[in-house]
């Protein structure tokens, strides 16, 4: 086994998904103990140009038809073919519905250990959050292979971009004529409400907000700061708002300006919608709630005693 870290590159229609920067600056702090190289792997077809942006010492490329579009069945084979060929001391992926999925079925397969939701990796130990955020457990390299997945939180996605493209080496995918799993297409979610990857001030709120009556509060503070409201998933489950304004794994990605997060816990699959945003605020009565980790101001209050004294301030600000 060489002491090299691999990480799995996520793109999706021509773009660099941002985990894959976050998850090379996790793959150079784990490197930095292990002595090795950090090298991305990108698959794709025509996608070599993707590579200019990633930090990394070197990026394994192969280009294959099969590989154009994301398919679990096809990255699965290719990435196993790798590791069996190479033996890396480490495969770090995003810890997304891409990553996760690839990350699962090679662990069971390869019978490779998995460490899953890897926040930090810094002087050896890997540091994740399980139990929705609620639990920190370390890790170790174990003596084999060891793939992990990687949250946002612990790293900013700009310590993974670099000005200067790194060397490319281009290596053959396996044979991938037996695909069980094809893309066919796109289908894009109907326009109507809202984009909230748009906004510049974002009014989140989470099962604290206890009840859908409740909800006016929140749409009353967004109008009064300019903003638009969006929330975690139990709101979205429960009918009370759109799936168009979920934030997280399987919403939609958001970086405005301010995102105000009243009564959200900052489980793993929030903050990955939300990490990027430029001013978090948090208001939660948890002081052990993670999303305290990652907010720039953190108010441990409840919110329902601050939202009058805010909109009081707001329009005193206005009429100043
Ligand atoms: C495959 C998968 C995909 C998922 N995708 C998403 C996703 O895209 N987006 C998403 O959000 N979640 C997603 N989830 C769910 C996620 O794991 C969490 O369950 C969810 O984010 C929790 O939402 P929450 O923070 O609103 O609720 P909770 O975790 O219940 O947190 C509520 C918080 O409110 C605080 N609170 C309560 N009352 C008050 C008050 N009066 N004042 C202040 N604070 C108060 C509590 O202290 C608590 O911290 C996904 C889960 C899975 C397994």
């Known amino acids: 086994m060489n002491q090299d870290i691999y990480v799995i590159i996520e793109h999706l229609q021509g773009q660099v998904a941002d985990i894959s920067y976050i998850t090379l600056a996790a793959a150079r702090d784990l490197a930095q103990e292990t002595g090795g190289k950090v090298l991305g792997v990108l698959l794709g077809q025509n996608a070599q140009e993707l590579a200019s942006t990633l930090a990394a010492d070197s990026i394994l490329y192969a280009d294959h038809p099969a590989l154009a579009e994301f398919t679990s069945d096809a990255y699965q084979k290719t990435v196993a073919s790798l590791i069996g060929e190479n033996e890396p001391r480490a495969v770090l992926f995003g810890n997304t519905s891409i990553g996760a999925d690839v990350a699962s079925v090679l662990s069971a397969r390869l019978s490779l250990p998995l460490v899953s939701s890897c926040v930090k990796t810094s002087g050896g130990k890997l540091t994740s959050q399980i139990c929705g955020g609620k639990i920190m457990a370390e890790s170790e390299l174990a003596e084999t292979t060891t793939l992990i ?62 009840t859908e009556d409740n909800i006016e509060l929140a749409e009353e503070l967004a109008k009064f700061l300019g903003g638009t ?66 907010a720039t101001y953190g108010v441990e209050f409840d919110f329902f005693d601050l939202i009058d004294p805010l909109l009081e301030q707001v329009e005193e600000a206005k009429e100043g």
Request: aromatic residues 4%.
């Open 229 to 294: 409201v969006c929330s975690s998933r139990p709101i979205v489950d429960q009918g009370w708002l759109p799936t168009s304004r979920l934030v997280g794994k399987s919403g939609q990605t958001v970086k405005p300006k301010l995102y105000l997060a009243l009564g959200i816990s900052g489980a793993p699959e929030h903050v990955e919608g939300m990490a990027e945003s430029e001013v978090i605020v948090a208001v939660n009565m948890d002081p052990n709630a993670p999303i305290f980790d990652i």
């Open 149 to 210: 997945t990687v949250i946002p939180g612990g790293y900013k996605p700009e310590s993974g971009q670099s000005e200067t493209a790194p060397e490319v080496i281009l290596f053959d995918a396996p044979a991938l004529d037996d695909l069980r799993v094809t893309l066919k297409g796109y289908i894009e979610p109907e326009a109507g409400d809202v984009d909230i990857s748009k906004e510049s001030i974002l009014i989140a709120i989470g099962r604290g907000i206890q």
